[in-house]
T-cell receptor, first 113, second 112 residues
Framework: DGGITQSPKYLFRKEGQNVTLSCEQNLNHDAMYWYRQDPGQGLRLIYY???????QKGDIAEGYSVSREKKESFPLTVTSAQKNPTAFYLC????????????FGPGTRLTVT | GQQVMQIPQYQHVQEGEDFTTYCNSS?????IQWYKQRPGGHPVFLIQLVKSGEVKKQKRLTFQFGEAKKNSSLHITATQTTDVGTYFCAVPDQTGANNLFFGTGTRLTVIP
């Protein structure tokens, strides 16, 4: 069964703690992306990676970090420096290039109190 | 920064009525994609338009790319409750990076 998995679906953390969100894909896609979505809002790009061991900041990278050590995996760490981390986080993947559609995972709802 | 205007932001329709959402860019686009996100779900790719003036249909959905390749529309004929969700357009990042910039979306509510 091909697709993108994100875990967990819901995550609760105390303020001041770092938390890592998982994203795995078995679609053999080179490119992977992390988006943040706030209630009633669109998608904002946090980080993206076009190839293993390389990634670039998106529009709202502050307070987040990523790694891309394997083609299949693109974990996102929400650090304590992120001032308003409560949000819905979506991971996506695609073939490299602008003309390819993105496939999204089911998302992780992070609540920080 | 890059701007993609999507209107309306919200739309409530009676079941059976038609619905249209518009996506407008200040710059010429090489292509545009449309996604649908059901409530509580994740975005799902619907279609991509590449050619000037292109029109594509998927059952009751009609997608159009403007002649100047600066705007696009999604029209749903005779809405059904299954059409509920938020519709996003997505355009190539104008910085040249190989990623997409998503519009703010149009949230469609269908009243049975």
């Amino acid at each position: 069964d091909g697709g993108i998995t994100q875990s967990p679906k819901y995550l609760f953390r105390k303020e001041g703690q770092n938390v890592t969100l998982s994203c795995e894909q078995n679609l053999n896609h080179d490119a992977m992306y992390w988006y943040r979505q706030d209630p009633g809002q669109g998608l904002r790009l946090i980080y993206y990676s076009q190839i293993v061991n390389d990634f670039q900041k998106g529009d709202i990278a502050e307070g987040y970090s990523v790694s891309r050590e394997k083609k299949e995996s693109f974990p996102l760490t929400v650090t304590s420096a992120q001032k308003n981390p409560t949000a819905f986080y979506l991971c996506a993947s695609s073939q490299a290039g602008r003309l390819y559609e993105q496939y999204f995972g089911p998302g992780t709802r992070l609540t920080v109190t | 920064g890059q701007q993609v205007m999507q209107i309306p932001q919200y739309q409530h329709v009676q079941e059976g009525e038609d619905f249209t959402t518009y996506c407008n860019s200040s710059t010429t686009l090489s292509n545009i994609q449309w996604y649908k996100q059901r409530p509580g779900g994740h975005p799902v790719f619907l279609i991509q338009l590449v050619k000037s003036g292109e029109v594509k249909k998927q059952k009751r959905l009609t997608f159009q790319f403007g002649e100047a390749k600066k705007n696009s529309s999604l029209h749903i004929t005779a809405t059904q409750t299954t059409d509920v969700g938020t519709y996003f357009c997505a355009v190539p990042d104008q910085t040249g990076a190989n990623n997409l910039f998503f519009g703010t979306g149009t949230r469609l509510t269908v009243i049975p």
